[in-house]
Protein backbone atom coordinates (compact mmCIF):
# COMPACT_ATOMS: atom_id res chain seq x y z
CA UNK A 1 0.00 0.00 0.00
CA UNK A 2 1.22 3.17 -0.69
CA UNK A 3 2.06 6.10 2.03
CA UNK A 4 -0.59 8.39 2.70
CA UNK A 5 0.36 12.21 1.80
CA UNK A 6 -0.38 13.99 4.91
CA UNK A 7 -2.09 17.64 5.76
CA UNK A 8 1.00 20.06 5.88
CA UNK A 9 1.47 20.92 9.74
CA UNK A 10 -0.86 23.51 11.40
CA UNK A 11 -3.20 23.41 8.04
CA UNK A 12 -6.15 21.74 8.39
CA UNK A 13 -9.23 19.77 7.19
CA UNK A 14 -12.42 20.77 7.74
CA UNK A 15 -14.48 17.79 8.03
CA UNK A 16 -18.94 17.27 7.16
CA UNK A 17 -19.90 17.85 10.62
CA UNK A 18 -17.65 20.72 11.49
CA UNK A 19 -18.50 22.41 8.47
CA UNK A 20 -22.59 22.85 9.26
CA UNK A 21 -21.29 24.66 11.99
CA UNK A 22 -18.91 27.22 9.70
CA UNK A 23 -21.32 27.46 7.66
CA UNK A 24 -23.66 28.56 10.49
CA UNK A 25 -21.50 30.87 11.92
CA UNK A 26 -20.37 32.28 8.17
CA UNK A 27 -24.23 33.09 7.47
CA UNK A 28 -24.82 35.06 10.26
CA UNK A 29 -21.41 37.55 10.12
CA UNK A 30 -22.93 37.79 6.42
CA UNK A 31 -26.58 38.73 7.27
CA UNK A 32 -25.03 40.85 10.35
CA UNK A 33 -22.84 43.06 8.38
CA UNK A 34 -24.92 43.01 5.45
CA UNK A 35 -27.72 44.93 7.52
CA UNK A 36 -25.41 47.42 8.54
CA UNK A 37 -25.06 48.21 4.55
CA UNK A 38 -21.57 46.72 4.02
CA UNK A 39 -20.70 44.63 0.76
CA UNK A 40 -18.30 41.95 0.01
CA UNK A 41 -15.21 42.03 -1.59
CA UNK A 42 -13.06 39.40 -2.53
CA UNK A 43 -8.89 39.30 -3.95
CA UNK A 44 -6.36 36.46 -4.34
CA UNK A 45 -4.53 34.65 -1.73
CA UNK A 46 -1.02 35.76 -3.36
CA UNK A 47 0.16 39.34 -3.34
CA UNK A 48 3.50 40.78 -4.34
CA UNK A 49 5.72 40.74 -0.86
CA UNK A 50 6.23 44.29 -1.21
CA UNK A 51 2.54 45.29 -0.50
CA UNK A 52 2.81 43.85 3.27
CA UNK A 53 6.26 45.39 3.70
CA UNK A 54 5.57 48.55 3.04
CA UNK A 55 1.80 47.82 5.22
CA UNK A 56 2.75 45.65 8.07
CA UNK A 57 6.35 46.79 8.53
CA UNK A 58 9.73 45.24 8.07
CA UNK A 59 10.55 44.65 11.89
CA UNK A 60 7.32 43.39 12.40
CA UNK A 61 7.34 39.67 13.55
CA UNK A 62 5.03 38.57 10.67
CA UNK A 63 7.10 40.02 8.13
CA UNK A 64 10.35 39.06 9.66
CA UNK A 65 9.56 35.61 10.96
CA UNK A 66 5.92 34.17 9.52
CA UNK A 67 5.08 34.82 5.75
CA UNK A 68 4.67 32.33 3.45
CA UNK A 69 7.25 34.09 0.92
CA UNK A 70 8.44 32.28 -2.36
CA UNK A 71 9.80 33.32 -6.17
CA UNK A 72 7.87 32.41 -8.57
CA UNK A 73 9.27 31.93 -12.68
CA UNK A 74 9.96 35.43 -13.13
CA UNK A 75 11.69 35.81 -10.27
CA UNK A 76 8.93 38.36 -8.44
CA UNK A 77 8.74 37.70 -4.40
CA UNK A 78 5.19 36.82 -3.77
CA UNK A 79 3.79 36.03 -0.36
CA UNK A 80 0.38 33.97 0.60
CA UNK A 81 -1.47 37.14 2.24
CA UNK A 82 -0.99 36.75 6.51
CA UNK A 83 -3.63 39.42 6.95
CA UNK A 84 -6.67 41.61 4.92
CA UNK A 85 -6.24 44.65 5.71
CA UNK A 86 -3.76 45.43 3.39
CA UNK A 87 -5.08 43.64 0.51
CA UNK A 88 -8.32 45.46 0.55
CA UNK A 89 -6.48 48.64 0.98
CA UNK A 90 -4.50 47.34 -2.14
CA UNK A 91 -7.69 46.15 -4.03
CA UNK A 92 -9.62 49.47 -3.64
CA UNK A 93 -6.22 51.40 -4.30
CA UNK A 94 -6.40 49.43 -7.74
CA UNK A 95 -9.65 49.69 -9.15
CA UNK A 96 -10.69 52.82 -7.99
CA UNK A 97 -13.32 52.48 -5.35
CA UNK A 98 -11.25 54.73 -2.45
CA UNK A 99 -10.98 58.07 -4.80
CA UNK A 100 -12.89 60.53 -2.83
CA UNK A 101 -15.56 57.74 -2.06
CA UNK A 102 -16.63 56.69 0.96
CA UNK A 103 -16.94 52.69 1.67
CA UNK A 104 -17.93 49.66 3.42
CA UNK A 105 -16.24 46.30 2.83
CA UNK A 106 -16.37 42.76 4.09
CA UNK A 107 -14.23 40.01 3.43
CA UNK A 108 -13.87 36.29 4.56
CA UNK A 109 -11.18 33.53 3.84
CA UNK A 110 -8.04 31.57 4.49
CA UNK A 111 -4.66 33.62 5.25
CA UNK A 112 -1.22 32.29 6.70
CA UNK A 113 1.44 32.35 9.02
CA UNK A 114 4.04 30.54 9.91
CA UNK A 115 3.36 30.22 13.63
CA UNK A 116 3.94 27.82 16.26
CA UNK A 117 0.36 25.74 15.64
CA UNK A 118 -1.36 25.39 18.74
CA UNK A 119 -5.63 25.64 19.82
CA UNK A 120 -7.59 28.07 17.56
CA UNK A 121 -4.41 29.41 16.34
CA UNK A 122 -3.23 27.78 12.62
CA UNK A 123 -0.56 28.35 9.74
CA UNK A 124 -3.35 28.10 7.84
CA UNK A 125 -6.44 30.20 9.54
CA UNK A 126 -9.84 31.98 8.36
CA UNK A 127 -10.57 35.18 8.82
CA UNK A 128 -13.23 37.73 8.52
CA UNK A 129 -12.97 41.01 8.60
CA UNK A 130 -14.70 44.76 7.62
CA UNK A 131 -13.23 47.63 6.82
CA UNK A 132 -14.35 51.19 6.09
CA UNK A 133 -12.43 54.12 3.84
CA UNK A 134 -13.31 57.73 3.32
CA UNK A 135 -14.80 58.81 7.24
CA UNK A 136 -12.56 60.34 9.85
CA UNK A 137 -14.93 61.19 12.44
CA UNK A 138 -15.41 58.99 15.54
CA UNK A 139 -18.94 58.15 14.57
CA UNK A 140 -17.67 55.23 12.32
CA UNK A 141 -15.39 53.63 14.62
CA UNK A 142 -18.58 53.63 17.22
CA UNK A 143 -20.40 52.05 14.48
CA UNK A 144 -17.51 49.34 13.72
CA UNK A 145 -17.12 48.61 17.32
CA UNK A 146 -21.73 48.32 17.90
CA UNK A 147 -21.38 45.80 14.70
CA UNK A 148 -19.18 43.65 16.80
CA UNK A 149 -21.36 43.90 19.75
CA UNK A 150 -24.30 42.89 17.63
CA UNK A 151 -22.20 39.70 16.44
CA UNK A 152 -22.24 38.73 19.68
CA UNK A 153 -25.42 38.99 20.48
CA UNK A 154 -26.21 37.08 17.27
CA UNK A 155 -24.18 34.44 18.90
CA UNK A 156 -25.18 34.32 22.27
CA UNK A 157 -21.59 35.11 23.34
CA UNK A 158 -22.10 38.26 24.87
CA UNK A 159 -21.30 38.00 28.32
CA UNK A 160 -18.10 35.86 27.80
CA UNK A 161 -16.58 38.82 25.66
CA UNK A 162 -15.33 42.21 27.26
CA UNK A 163 -14.10 45.53 25.07
CA UNK A 164 -10.59 46.96 25.69
CA UNK A 165 -9.89 50.44 24.09
CA UNK A 166 -7.15 52.70 23.66
CA UNK A 167 -6.04 55.55 21.44
CA UNK A 168 -2.39 55.64 19.77
CA UNK A 169 -2.69 58.87 18.63
CA UNK A 170 -1.39 60.60 15.82
CA UNK A 171 1.55 59.39 13.82
CA UNK A 172 3.51 62.17 15.08
CA UNK A 173 2.54 61.73 18.83
CA UNK A 174 3.16 58.27 18.45
CA UNK A 175 6.84 59.20 17.41
CA UNK A 176 7.18 61.25 20.48
CA UNK A 177 5.58 58.75 22.73
CA UNK A 178 8.35 56.22 20.92
CA UNK A 179 11.34 57.76 21.95
CA UNK A 180 10.53 58.73 25.92
CA UNK A 181 9.93 54.46 26.21
CA UNK A 182 12.77 53.68 24.60
CA UNK A 183 14.53 56.34 26.97
CA UNK A 184 12.62 54.53 29.56
CA UNK A 185 13.23 50.97 28.85
CA UNK A 186 17.04 51.64 28.40
CA UNK A 187 17.29 52.29 31.81
CA UNK A 188 15.91 48.84 32.43
CA UNK A 189 17.73 47.16 29.61
CA UNK A 190 18.87 44.37 32.19
CA UNK A 191 15.77 43.47 33.23
CA UNK A 192 14.35 43.07 29.59
CA UNK A 193 14.32 39.61 27.92
CA UNK A 194 15.93 38.88 24.71
CA UNK A 195 12.63 39.18 22.87
CA UNK A 196 12.17 42.80 23.95
CA UNK A 197 15.81 43.82 23.81
CA UNK A 198 15.46 43.17 20.10
CA UNK A 199 11.95 45.06 20.46
CA UNK A 200 13.04 47.83 21.77
CA UNK A 201 14.81 50.00 19.30
CA UNK A 202 12.57 48.51 16.16
CA UNK A 203 9.18 48.33 17.56
CA UNK A 204 9.09 49.46 21.21
CA UNK A 205 5.40 49.88 21.37
CA UNK A 206 5.59 46.25 21.07
CA UNK A 207 7.52 45.51 23.96
CA UNK A 208 3.91 46.77 26.09
CA UNK A 209 2.46 43.36 24.92
CA UNK A 210 5.17 41.16 26.62
CA UNK A 211 3.93 38.16 28.36
CA UNK A 212 6.70 38.05 30.82
CA UNK A 213 6.04 39.00 33.85
CA UNK A 214 9.81 40.94 35.23
CA UNK A 215 8.75 43.25 31.84
CA UNK A 216 5.25 43.83 32.85
CA UNK A 217 6.16 44.94 36.35
CA UNK A 218 8.82 47.66 34.73
CA UNK A 219 6.46 48.78 32.39
CA UNK A 220 3.95 49.67 35.46
CA UNK A 221 6.07 52.73 35.77
CA UNK A 222 6.76 53.42 31.93
CA UNK A 223 5.55 56.51 30.26
CA UNK A 224 2.09 56.34 29.39
CA UNK A 225 0.59 57.13 25.90
CA UNK A 226 -2.02 59.03 27.01
CA UNK A 227 0.50 61.19 27.91
CA UNK A 228 1.58 61.99 24.69
CA UNK A 229 -1.68 62.34 22.88
CA UNK A 230 -2.31 65.27 20.62
CA UNK A 231 -5.58 66.99 21.06
CA UNK A 232 -7.10 66.33 18.13
CA UNK A 233 -6.55 62.20 18.76
CA UNK A 234 -7.46 63.01 22.79
CA UNK A 235 -11.19 64.94 21.39
CA UNK A 236 -11.94 61.66 18.63
CA UNK A 237 -11.15 59.41 21.79
CA UNK A 238 -13.69 61.12 24.29
CA UNK A 239 -16.32 61.59 21.09
CA UNK A 240 -15.80 57.47 20.81
CA UNK A 241 -15.98 56.50 24.60
CA UNK A 242 -19.41 59.07 24.47
CA UNK A 243 -20.98 57.00 21.64
CA UNK A 244 -20.15 53.79 23.51
CA UNK A 245 -21.27 55.11 26.76
CA UNK A 246 -24.63 56.06 25.24
CA UNK A 247 -25.28 52.65 23.48
CA UNK A 248 -24.77 50.98 26.72
CA UNK A 249 -21.35 48.92 25.37
CA UNK A 250 -19.13 48.23 28.67
CA UNK A 251 -15.30 49.15 28.00
CA UNK A 252 -12.25 48.96 29.65
CA UNK A 253 -9.37 51.59 28.43
CA UNK A 254 -6.50 50.06 28.35
CA UNK A 255 -3.52 52.18 28.13
CA UNK A 256 -0.80 49.48 27.32
CA UNK A 257 -3.13 48.28 23.75
CA UNK A 258 -1.40 48.24 21.08
CA UNK A 259 -1.86 46.52 17.64
CA UNK A 260 0.95 44.10 16.45
CA UNK A 261 1.07 45.93 12.90
CA UNK A 262 2.84 49.45 12.21
CA UNK A 263 -0.22 51.17 10.26
CA UNK A 264 -2.48 51.86 13.26
CA UNK A 265 -3.20 55.20 14.72
CA UNK A 266 -5.52 56.71 16.94
CA UNK A 267 -8.40 53.61 17.68
CA UNK A 268 -7.26 50.50 18.48
CA UNK A 269 -9.87 47.84 20.55
CA UNK A 270 -9.69 44.17 20.95
CA UNK A 271 -12.62 42.04 21.96
CA UNK A 272 -11.01 39.49 24.81
CA UNK A 273 -12.62 36.06 26.72
CA UNK A 274 -11.23 34.21 29.02
CA UNK A 275 -13.34 31.16 28.00
CA UNK A 276 -10.57 29.95 26.61
CA UNK A 277 -8.34 28.95 29.09
CA UNK A 278 -6.04 32.06 28.86
CA UNK A 279 -7.06 34.98 27.78
CA UNK A 280 -7.82 35.57 24.22
CA UNK A 281 -8.57 37.69 21.56
CA UNK A 282 -11.42 37.36 19.57
CA UNK A 283 -11.75 40.15 17.20
CA UNK A 284 -9.04 42.96 17.10
CA UNK A 285 -8.90 46.50 15.15
CA UNK A 286 -8.35 50.17 14.83
CA UNK A 287 -7.90 52.96 12.32
CA UNK A 288 -5.20 53.09 9.89
CA UNK A 289 -5.25 56.94 8.56
CA UNK A 290 -2.27 56.87 6.28
CA UNK A 291 -2.35 53.35 4.98
CA UNK A 292 -4.38 54.10 1.41
CA UNK A 293 -1.41 57.00 0.75
CA UNK A 294 1.71 54.81 1.95
CA UNK A 295 0.18 52.18 -0.74
CA UNK A 296 -0.15 54.61 -3.45
CA UNK A 297 -3.75 55.63 -3.24
CA UNK A 298 -5.16 59.49 -2.30
CA UNK A 299 -5.24 59.62 1.38
CA UNK A 300 -8.34 58.39 2.94
CA UNK A 301 -9.54 58.00 6.71
CA UNK A 302 -10.24 54.14 7.26
CA UNK A 303 -11.22 51.75 10.32
CA UNK A 304 -11.96 48.32 10.56
CA UNK A 305 -11.40 44.83 12.31
CA UNK A 306 -10.52 40.91 12.00
CA UNK A 307 -11.62 38.51 13.49
CA UNK A 308 -10.22 34.48 13.39
CA UNK A 309 -12.95 32.00 12.75
CA UNK A 310 -11.27 29.25 14.27
CA UNK A 311 -10.78 30.71 17.63
CA UNK A 312 -14.41 32.19 17.15
CA UNK A 313 -15.81 28.37 16.14
CA UNK A 314 -13.84 27.28 19.59
CA UNK A 315 -15.30 29.59 21.19
CA UNK A 316 -18.94 29.17 20.68
CA UNK A 317 -17.99 24.98 20.84
CA UNK A 318 -16.84 25.74 24.52
CA UNK A 319 -20.00 27.97 25.51
CA UNK A 320 -22.29 25.21 23.78
CA UNK A 321 -23.30 28.53 21.43
CA UNK A 322 -23.30 26.50 18.70
CA UNK A 323 -27.49 26.07 18.63
CA UNK A 324 -29.13 23.37 16.52
CA UNK A 325 -27.21 22.02 13.33
CA UNK A 326 -29.33 21.46 10.43
CA UNK A 327 -29.24 17.56 9.56
CA UNK A 328 -27.72 17.05 6.01
CA UNK A 329 -30.77 15.35 4.76
CA UNK A 330 -34.95 15.10 5.60
CA UNK A 331 -35.51 11.86 3.53
CA UNK A 332 -33.05 8.86 2.05
CA UNK A 333 -35.38 7.71 -1.12
CA UNK A 334 -34.97 3.88 -1.79
CA UNK A 335 -35.75 2.46 -4.87
CA UNK A 336 -36.67 -1.10 -5.55
CA UNK A 337 -36.06 -2.49 -8.72
CA UNK A 338 -35.16 -0.52 -12.44
CA UNK A 339 -37.96 1.33 -12.79
CA UNK A 340 -38.14 2.54 -10.01
CA UNK A 341 -34.47 3.30 -9.50
CA UNK A 342 -34.60 5.40 -12.84
CA UNK A 343 -37.54 7.48 -11.13
CA UNK A 344 -36.62 8.06 -8.15
CA UNK A 345 -34.06 11.33 -9.15
CA UNK A 346 -37.28 12.51 -10.87
CA UNK A 347 -39.55 12.51 -8.14
CA UNK A 348 -36.93 13.56 -5.41
CA UNK A 349 -36.44 16.56 -7.93
CA UNK A 350 -39.92 17.14 -7.41
CA UNK A 351 -40.06 16.78 -3.77
CA UNK A 352 -37.64 19.49 -3.66
CA UNK A 353 -39.20 21.97 -5.74
CA UNK A 354 -42.73 21.65 -3.99
CA UNK A 355 -40.97 21.69 -0.51
CA UNK A 356 -38.82 24.67 -0.18
CA UNK A 357 -35.95 23.52 2.00
CA UNK A 358 -36.32 19.91 1.80
CA UNK A 359 -33.18 17.78 1.83
CA UNK A 360 -33.44 14.77 -0.51
CA UNK A 361 -30.66 11.89 -0.83
CA UNK A 362 -31.23 9.26 -3.43
CA UNK A 363 -29.83 5.64 -2.61
CA UNK A 364 -27.39 5.16 -5.28
CA UNK A 365 -25.10 1.41 -5.61
CA UNK A 366 -27.81 -0.57 -6.54
CA UNK A 367 -28.76 -3.51 -3.40
CA UNK A 368 -31.54 -5.16 -1.95
CA UNK A 369 -34.62 -3.97 0.02
CA UNK A 370 -32.30 -4.75 3.33
CA UNK A 371 -28.72 -2.89 2.00
CA UNK A 372 -31.13 0.27 1.28
CA UNK A 373 -32.80 0.69 4.30
CA UNK A 374 -29.41 0.00 6.44
CA UNK A 375 -28.12 3.01 3.91
CA UNK A 376 -31.52 4.93 5.16
CA UNK A 377 -30.42 4.25 8.77
CA UNK A 378 -26.98 5.43 8.63
CA UNK A 379 -27.69 8.67 6.90
CA UNK A 380 -29.51 11.77 8.84
CA UNK A 381 -32.75 11.49 7.45
CA UNK A 382 -35.79 11.03 9.73
CA UNK A 383 -37.88 9.19 7.00
CA UNK A 384 -37.03 6.47 4.26
CA UNK A 385 -39.24 7.12 1.39
CA UNK A 386 -39.65 3.82 -0.41
CA UNK A 387 -40.60 3.59 -3.98
CA UNK A 388 -41.10 0.10 -5.77
CA UNK A 389 -42.89 -1.03 -9.27
CA UNK A 390 -46.14 -1.22 -7.20
CA UNK A 391 -45.68 2.64 -5.68
CA UNK A 392 -45.06 3.66 -9.25
CA UNK A 393 -47.80 2.04 -10.78
CA UNK A 394 -50.19 3.29 -7.93
CA UNK A 395 -49.08 6.33 -7.87
CA UNK A 396 -48.17 6.13 -3.95
CA UNK A 397 -44.94 6.51 -1.89
CA UNK A 398 -44.32 4.59 1.08
CA UNK A 399 -42.78 6.13 4.12
CA UNK A 400 -40.74 4.70 7.32
CA UNK A 401 -39.51 6.84 10.34
CA UNK A 402 -36.08 5.96 11.09
CA UNK A 403 -35.78 8.27 14.58
CA UNK A 404 -39.32 7.07 15.87
CA UNK A 405 -41.53 4.11 16.69
CA UNK A 406 -44.08 4.79 14.03
CA UNK A 407 -45.76 2.63 11.77
CA UNK A 408 -44.74 2.65 8.30
CA UNK A 409 -47.68 4.26 6.00
CA UNK A 410 -48.52 4.42 2.36
CA UNK A 411 -49.53 7.77 1.03
CA UNK A 412 -50.03 9.74 -2.64
CA UNK A 413 -47.76 11.79 -3.56
CA UNK A 414 -49.10 14.96 -2.49
CA UNK A 415 -49.91 13.38 0.91
CA UNK A 416 -46.50 13.01 0.89
CA UNK A 417 -45.39 16.53 0.25
CA UNK A 418 -47.77 17.56 3.11
CA UNK A 419 -45.74 15.41 5.75
CA UNK A 420 -42.26 16.62 4.66
CA UNK A 421 -43.31 20.44 4.94
CA UNK A 422 -43.92 19.87 8.33
CA UNK A 423 -40.75 17.75 8.97
CA UNK A 424 -39.05 20.55 7.44
CA UNK A 425 -40.80 23.18 9.88
CA UNK A 426 -40.23 21.05 12.99
Request: hydrophobic content about 40%.
Amino acid sequence: MAKQIQAIRGMNDCLPGDTQVWQKVENILRETVSSFGYQEIRFPIVESTDLFKRSIGEVTDIVEKEMYTFADHNGDSLTLRPEGTAVCVRAGNQNGLLYNQEQRLWYMGPMFRHERPQKGRYRQFHQFGLETFGIATADIDAEVILLTAQLWQQFGISEHVRLELNSLGSNEARAEYREALISYLEQHVDVLDEDSKRRMHSNPLRVLDSKNPDVQAILVDAPKLSEHLDAESKEHFANLCERLDAAGVIYTVNERLVRGLDYYNRTVFEWVTDSLGAQGTVCAGGRYDGLVEQLGGKSSPAVGFAMGLERLVLLLQALECVGDIRRSADVYLAAMGDKASIQAPIIAAKLRADVPGLRVMVHAGGGNFKKQLKRADKSDAVVALIIGEDELEQGVVTVKYLRERKEQVTLELEQVKTLLAELVQS
